[in-house]
C-alpha cells in the first residue's frame, strides 16, 4: 500500500456504541439466520441505543421485542439456535441476566458436549457491564467472575472501538455461546475507526500489547484498559515504564501474550473493577506466578474493586480502581523482602 | 368486604376504564372443562379407529414392559436411576404418536418412553441414566432434544426452536413436556408466555402424576386446576384423563393440528398417577398410602384400553398375545445391549467443551493421558 492516506468523510470520530450497532447490521445483512432480541431493542434501539434502527431495517422478526424475561429470552434463544439460527442477545443491564444464569449455565454452556458435539449453540449474549456512569444499585456490576468459571462458555470484552467491533462479528460467527461484555462507561469513547471501512482486529482469544513498556506489566481488560494506560503516562514521571496488556478475551485466556510480557518486564499488576477475591485477577496472578516465578522480581499484585455489593453512585468513585491505585500499587512493586 | 365496600369506594367515584383496559381475548374459550375429558368407556369411544387403537395397544403394552425392564436394569446397578413412568404410559405414547417426523418432542427427565416411543433406539434414550454420557443421541438426527434435568427450562428451548420454525416458513411443531412439579419453575412461566405472545407453534403437555418427589399437587399450587393456568397467558387450557389414551390422542392431536395451523399454544393437563416411587431412590410409604395407590392402578392406561377393545370386539386373545410377544422381544433386546459394558474413553472428557480446545484443556487433557499412561504401565507391569 502506499502512504496516501485518502481522507474521506468517514474520518467522523466513531463511538464504540457505533461500532456494535455497526458489527450487528453488517452480520445481520450478510447472514439471514442472525437475529437480535431482547428487552426494548426494536422501536427503542435498546436504552443505549446499541440496536438503535435494526429492527427499522431487518424488520421485527429479525430484532424482536421480547417479553419481559431474561430467562424466557435466553432460553428462547437456545430453541432458535437449535434450529440453526444465531441469535444475538441483549441483555440489558449486568444485573439483569441473572434470572437466565440457569438456562445459561445448564444449557446454553453445556449443550456442545452434552451432545458430543452435535448441538452446539452460537449464541452471542451481549452484557453492558461495570460501573462509572452513575448507574444506581444492579446497574453496574461486573458478573465476569461467575461467567469465566463457567465451562463452555467464551468471554470476550473490547475496550477500544476497533475491538466493539470486530470481536462483536468474531463473537457472532463464533459456533461457540460467547458472553460479550460491553463496558457500559465506553460505550460514548470515540476513536478514527471507520464504520465504512472496518479494519480487520485479532480474534477472539489473543490479548494485544496495547503499550509497550520495561519496568512491569499492567494486565487488565474492557473498561480499566484506559484507566491503566493514563496511569503508565502517569507512571513515567515516578520513572516507571510500563507496559500494558489487554487481555480482550478472558475465555480463551491468551497466556503465551501475558507470559511473555511478564518475563520481559518481570513485574506484574492485575486490575480491573470486579471484586479481588475469586476475581479474574486472582487466576492470572496464579497463573502469571506459576510460569514466571523465576522471572518476577515482586509478587504479582492487584488493583481491583472492592469485595463488596457494587457501591452506591455517590461512592462508586473510591472502589473503582483509578490511576492513583494503580500508581501506589506500581510503586509496590519495589519489592524489598 | 367486596371491593364496593371498600373505603373510598363508592359508587360516584366510579368510571369507566378507558379502551385499553378491556380483556383483549374472551377467556370462556380458553377455560378447561371442569372434568378430564374422557372417551374409553363413554359414547365417545363409539368413534375410535381401530387401527389406531390397535397401535396404541400394542404400544402401551410396549411402554409398560420397557418400564419394567429399566427399573430391574437399575436394580441389577445397570443403571444409575430410572424414573418410571409406570401409570402414565399412556401420556408418553400419545406425545410420541401425534407428532409428525419433522416435529420436535422436547422431553423432562421422565420421559424417556415417549422418546423410545418417538422411535429412539432404548439404549441411546437411556445413555444419560446408565451414566456414560449425558446424551446418547443426535437430537437433531432423531428431532427429540436432550432430555432436560434442570426442571421446566427445556420449555423455552421449545418455544424458541418453533418460534425459528415458523419464522423460515416450516412446518414444525414442538412439544414439551413438564411435570406437575415442573409448573411451578419461573420458566414454565416464561415459556408459556413467550408462547402466547408470538403464537408459536408449541403444544405444552403437563403430565400432573400426583407428586413432586413427595410434594403432592396441593402443596404445589392453589390454581383450580393446572390446565387453568393457560387461560392467564391467552391460551386453551385442556383438561384430560391421562390413562385414556384415546383422550389424550384426540386431546394432543387437536392441539398439535391448532399449532400447525398457525393457532398458537395449547396447554394440556394429563391427570394420571405415578404407580412406582420417584425413583429408586425414593421412599414412595413415607408421603402416601397403599390405598391411593390401589385406587390408581384399578385405572390402569393398558386395562381402560383392552377393556374397551375386547367388549367391542376389536381386541382378542391372539392380539393380546400378540402385543405381549412384541414386548417380551424389545425387553430381551434392550437386556441384552445394556449388559454389554459400554466402552469408555477418558480423553472424551476434554472433547465438545469448545469447538476448539482451549491451552487449558489441552493441559489437562495431557496430564490425564499422563495418569493413564502410567496406570497401563503399572498394570503391565503387576501382571
Ligand atoms: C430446577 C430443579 N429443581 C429441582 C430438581 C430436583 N427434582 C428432580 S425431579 C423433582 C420433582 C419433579 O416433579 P414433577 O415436575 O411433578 O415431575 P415428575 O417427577 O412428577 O415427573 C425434583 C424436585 C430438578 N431436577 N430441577
Redesign the interface.
Known sequence: MTTVAVKTATTKPATMAQALNRAMRDAMAEDPAV?VMGEDVGALGGVFRITDGLAKEFGE?RCTD??L?E??I????????????R?VVEMQFDAFAY?AF??LI??VA???????????LPITIRVPYGGGIGGVEHHCDSSEAYYVAT??L?VVTPATVEDAYGLLRASIA???PVIFLEPKRLYWSKSDWSPEAPAAVPGI?KALVRRTGTSATLITYGPSLPVCMEAAEAARQEGWDLEVVDLRSL???D??TVVASVRRTGRAVVVHESGGFGGPGAEIAARVTERCFHHLEAPVLRVTGFDIPYPPPMLEKHHLPGVDRILDTVARLQWEN | MTVQELPGAGASHRSTPPPAWRPRTDAAPLLPDPEPYRVLGTPAADRLDPELMRRCYAELVRGRRYNAQATALTRQGRLAVYPSTVGQEACEIAAAMVLEEQDWLFPSYRDTLAAVARGLDPVQALTLLRGD???GY????HRI??LS??LA?Q???????????R??GDD?V?LAMVGDGGTSE??F???M??AA?WQAPVVFLVQNNGFAISVPLAKQTAAPTLAHKAVGYGMPGRLVDGNDIAAMHEVLSEAVRRARSGGGPTMIEAVTYRIEAHTNADDATRYRGDAEVEAWKAHDPIELLERELTARGLLDEAGIKAAKDAAETMAAELRDAMNAEPVLDPM?LF?????EQ???LREQAAMLRAELDAAEQEEGDGS
Open positions: 437475529h422478526d421480547t417479553p424475561a430467562a424466557g435466553l432460553g428462547a434463544a437456545v430453541g432458535m439456535a437449535m434450529y440453526g439460527l441469535p434470572p440457569e438456562q445448564s444449557h453445556k449443550m456442545r458436549n452434552r451432545t458430543r458435539g452435535a448441538m452446539p465451562p463452555g467464551t463464533s459456533d461457540d482469544g475465555v480463551p485466556f497466556e503465551e | 454420557w449425558h446424551t443426535d437430537p437433531r438426527e432434544a436432550p434435568t434442570p427450562t420449555l423455552p428451548h421449545a418455544v424458541g426452536l418453533a418460534h425459528a420454525a419464522l423460515r414444525v414442538a419461573g420458566d412461566h416464561e415459556a408466555n413467550f405472545v472424551d472433547e465438545n467443551v469448545y469447538a482451549t491451552g487449558r
